[in-house]
């Protein structure tokens, strides 16, 4: 269970707070809710508390599991998923929402390895802009908020690491 005020993680979404723990009546039971309110979204979603787990909503990631990011992000990006031709964009990026749901940082962190990969080797199109963009701003949300910086700090911390592996010569 969580607390009142606890910042939270929501798949896809990124990081909220509780606000609120409210009860409501749905059909003919009391169910109670956590109430998120995101950080960087001008968003409130009501969480049921006995599904919180089930929808993916965690902790912040430790400090560890930050670093453990940063390793990910200096490692060259996964041939197999830089394989051109290893399917269409649809089933990719079906693929790639799939692993966002999971809400795992690694998982995002993969993802947003491959796009950068990618967007050196050709021109992203809009799906992979968005896409990429999006795990961008999960990944420098969460960030931020561990290692208590600012957004810009975390941004540019993703970035350094990403283009120190590309200047090493690696894909």
Known sequence: ?????EKVVYPGLGVAYINNI??????GHAVYFYELVFLHQDMTILVPIDNAQ???MRKLSSRDSITEIFTLLAEPANPVMCEPLMSNWNKRNKGYKEKLQTGDPREICRIY???QHLSKR???SFGEKDLLRQTELLLVEEVAEVRGIHEE???D???KAISSRQQQGQP
Do not use: D
């Open 54 to 56: 089930t929808v993916g």
């Open 122 to 124: 050709k021109e992203l």
């Open 1 to 5: 269970m969580y607390a009142l005020n």
């Open 153 to 155: 700090m975390a941004t």
């Open 22 to 27: 409210i009860k409501k009546q749905v059909a």
């Open 157 to 159: 911390q993703i970035r």
């Open 113 to 115: 390895r491959y796009l």
